[in-house]
């Protein structure tokens, strides 16, 4: 079975600084992976996705993801925090036709 | 283009009566899936239909939780009788025909149920 273990639970940063929210995985196969975002009171966004092409993944509003085989992970960066990007954040594995979510990391960014 | 709507968005009911939540897919989508939202479980897959047929209901909780597909723009989520520990923030969501392979899905805003 496909899982994924998001290792912090809660993330707090100053805006303008570099955001990190991590990801690990666990899969028998090449996995395909995604981020998802969802702001207060509110549906889930899809970021980013990962499905075996380049391991460096753009997404939207200027997040990343690099896919590390070697260290099973799937980490989420962004250079630079908006205060506009505090939400929770998932990371998310696709097994068979279903997508298996993540615990969540909550992003809160400091004025 | 709209997206996944969802109806009720809250719904406030009794420990005991029956609760129905709505969804209307984005048009053309051939996979629908209802998720479970809790701060003690996070985000769990109760259901998904491909082409309205239930392909994995191993996450719906009990006997008291039953979905339906009837057609392709519509589904609902029924339980009958509600508990308490039901009270949660459920989400519908939809997956384009022919994107299996990535998976990408595509959420409605929710409906959040409390069971008093």
């Known amino acids: 079975a496909q899982s994924v273990t998001q290792l912090d639970s809660h993330v707090s940063v100053s805006e303008g600084t570099p955001v990190l929210l991590r990801c690990n995985y666990s899969s028998s196969y090449s996995p395909s992976l995604f981020w998802y975002v969802q702001h207060p009171n509110k549906g889930l966004q899809l970021l980013l996705k990962?499905?075996?092409?380049?391991?460096l993944v753009k997404g939207i509003n200027g997040f990343e993801a690099e896919f590390k085989k070697s260290e099973t992970s799937f980490h989420l960066t962004k250079p630079s925090a908006h205060m506009s990007d505090a939400a929770e954040y998932f990371c998310v594995v696709r097994e068979g036709g279903k997508l298996i979510f993540g615990q969540g990391t909550e992003l809160s960014v400091k004025p | 283009d709209a997206g996944v709507i969802q109806s009720p968005r809250h719904e406030v009911t009794e420990m005991g009566q029956e609760v129905t939540l709505r969804c209307k897919p984005i048009s053309g989508h051939n996979s629908l899936f209802w998720y479970r939202q809790t701060m003690m479980r996070g985000l769990e897959l109760l259901i998904y239909?491909?082409?309205?047929?239930?392909?994995?209901d191993s996450g719906m909780p009990e006997d008291r939780f039953s979905a339906k597909m009837p057609n392709a723009s519509f589904s609902t989520l029924k339980i009958q009788p509600s508990e308490p520990r039901d009270s949660a923030v459920y989400f519908c969501?939809?997956?384009?025909?022919?994107?299996?392979?990535?998976?990408?899905?595509?959420f409605g805003e929710g409906s959040r149920l409390t069971v008093l």
């Open positions: 239909f491909n082409n309205n047929v239930p392909i994995d």
């Open positions: 990962y499905t075996s092409a380049a391991t």
């Open positions: 969501a939809s997956r384009p025909t022919g994107t299996a392979s990535t998976g990408e899905l595509f």
